[in-house]
């Protein structure tokens, strides 16, 4: 154990760790990086394919049907 000890004052609320402000970016960042996640896992093929070919659809095609995404 450490012998320095934290007094606060009575009363006082602990500080916020981030406000929400401060994590608004991260979060769009995040939500943008699972909406291309979900979309390279869920419709990368057919006529809405980005990458022609079979190899994103083959690469993630276990995850498809985790995630109940029909396929075949």
């Known amino acids: 154990m450490s ?5 606060r004052k009575a009363g006082a609320a602990p500080a ?6 401060e994590l608004l970016p991260y979060a769009l960042f995040g939500g943008l990086v699972l909406m ?15 990458i022609s070919g079979t190899d994103v659809h083959e690469f993630v095609h276990d ?3 985790l995630l109940g995404f029909p396929c075949h």
């Open 63 to 65: 995850a498809r049907h």
């Open 36 to 50: 291309i996640i979900i979309y390279f896992v869920g419709a990368e093929e057919g006529a809405l394919s980005v």
């Open 3 to 7: 012998d320095v000890a934290l007094e």
């Open 16 to 21: 916020p760790i981030a406000s929400p402000r």
